[in-house]
């Protein structure tokens, strides 16, 4: 399989810093996107970290120790089980870190991340950043945002779509990387098809575009580049109010 990918991250208009970022672990054909929080710069040491910990853990991971320090999930196949591991290691030194640093009290982040392994891909995420996939004519939503808007469509299936839009707690999210000592973390398995692209944002982009307009924008781009390039630009025009990270995943055969 060949693999391109472009990824591009943006202020946004009406933030100060930067907050998100973005990395490939290459050697595992690991993308990971996420989102900082906490005030002052602690944002943006958490998504950083959040990053820098799940690429250290898959350098030194063996397969004997492949979930240390966690225990391995039967439930879950090898490749799952050591994507969890990282990011949960992730989680704990995040929580470690703002425990013990003052100025770094209450820091936290969203991660998401898609990786490449055969002919599946591999999402897990903890937080609202999202992968969707792009296949020919459709745009799928391979992630369930942990938020409070997405707990409250669950009780209620009746919501319009105009009652989410208006939502005034849209934006508070129930599960974030730093916030306790253990955290959750939501894995599938996708199987890959010659053309797929995969999406992954932050929620700077999937809040000012609709799952439409973001399948219109990457379709119709002449290359990767262009295509992440035209999703920050629609997301500042549509109003920029967060951070925007978009990175686009091709697969071809």
Known sequence: MRIRYAAKTDVGMKRTHNEDYFALIEDEQLFIVADGMGGHACGEVASKLAADVVGEFYQHSRDADATWPYR???????????????IRLSNLRIFQKSQSEPNL????TTVVGC?????????????????????????????????????????????????????????????????????????????IQDGDRFVLCSDGLSGMLSDDEIHKIVTGAPDLEAGVGDLIDQANAAGGTDNITAMIVECRY
């Open 72 to 86: 391995y999930d039967h439930n879950l196949s090898y490749v799952e089980n050591r994507l969890v591991a990282g």
């Open 105 to 108: 009290r209450g820091m936290g």
């Open 115 to 191: 990786l490449i392994n055969g002919d599946h891909a591999y999402v897990a995420h903890v937080g609202d950043s999202r992968v969707y996939r792009i296949r020919k004519d459709e745009i799928k939503q391979l992630t369930r945002d942990h938020s409070l808007l997405e707990d409250y469509k669950d009780a209620r299936p009746d919501m319009t779509e105009e009652e989410a839009r208006n939502f005034p707690h849209k934006n508070v999210i129930t599960r974030a990387l730093g916030m306790r000592e253990n955290v959750v973390v939501d894995i599938s398995k996708w199987e």
